[in-house]
């Protein structure tokens, strides 16, 4: 069965920090991945994701993510935090073929000046 | 505008009492989904439909039902409510397969009392 896990369900940074989030999947066939994003008392929005093509995704307002097959890893990264990334984000998979999404469980990002 | 829409945004409610929830896309798309959030927890697929009369269940299906008898709209329907139902609800959709965006709705509060 898929399943991702999300190291950190807290993680605080200082504004111009690099952001590292932590994505890590377990899936038994090429997954795609995705990192999305929630702002307070909002939907959720696609931030990137992986269909198996370039292996180093860049998605919006500054974001990238590295799929390492070896690592089963999708690290989600921002060279510089910006007070307005403070929100919660989260890692999913899906099978191929299959809409299914499978989440993690979040990792709420604080940005403090 | 490209849009998910969920109605209403927020409600409460008493145990038993029967609610449904609606969703309505604007986009075309084949695939719907409903999806609980809860704290630490993630999202969790409750119900899938690939398009219209189609319906499957996702991981967490008990105590709900839902409906396609039009491919823009997937009411979630609780007919016996309970407090461990008390949940952020979101609405999803996407054009067809594993490798298309999901588009969310902006979410549901509800609380059952």
């Known amino acids: 069965a898929q399943s991702v896990t999300q190291l950190g369900s807290h993680v605080s940074v200082s504004e111009g920090a690099l952001v590292l989030l932590r994505c890590n999947y377990s899936?038994?066939?090429?997954?795609?991945l995705f990192w999305y994003v929630q702002y307070p008392n909002q939907g959720l929005q696609l931030l990137l994701k992986?269909?198996?093509?370039?292996?180093l995704v860049k998605g919006i307002n500054g974001f990238e993510a590295e799929f390492k097959k070896s690592e089963t890893s999708f690290h989600l990264t921002k060279p510089s935090a910006h007070m307005s990334d403070a929100a919660e984000y989260f890692c999913?998979?899906?099978?191929?073929?299959?809409?299914?999404?499978?989440f993690g469980a979040g990792t709420r990002l604080a940005v403090h000046p | 505008e490209a849009q998910v829409t969920q109605n209403p945004r927020y409600l409460i409610t008493v145990t038993g009492k029967k609610l449904t929830v609606t969703c309505s896309q604007n986009?075309?798309?084949?695939?719907m989904s409903w999806y609980r959030q809860d704290p630490g927890l993630g999202l969790r697929q409750i119900y899938y439909?690939?398009?219209?009369?189609?319906?499957d269940k996702g991981d967490v299906p008990e105590g709900y039902k839902v409906s396609r008898k039009e491919k823009r709209n997937f009411p979630l329907i609780l007919e016996s409510p309970s407090p461990n139902q008390t949940s952020l609800y979101f609405c999803?959709?996407?054009?067809?397969?594993?490798?298309?965006?999901?588009?969310f709705g902006p979410g549901t509060r509800l609380t059952v009392t």
């Open positions: 999803a959709s996407s054009p067809r397969t594993g490798g298309d965006e999901q588009y």
């Open positions: 899936s038994s066939v090429p997954p795609y």
């Open positions: 992986y269909t198996s093509a370039a292996t």
């Open positions: 999913a998979v899906s099978k191929g073929g299959y809409n299914k999404l499978i």
């Open positions: 986009m075309n798309h084949e695939y």
């Open positions: 439909s690939m398009n219209v009369e189609v319906t």
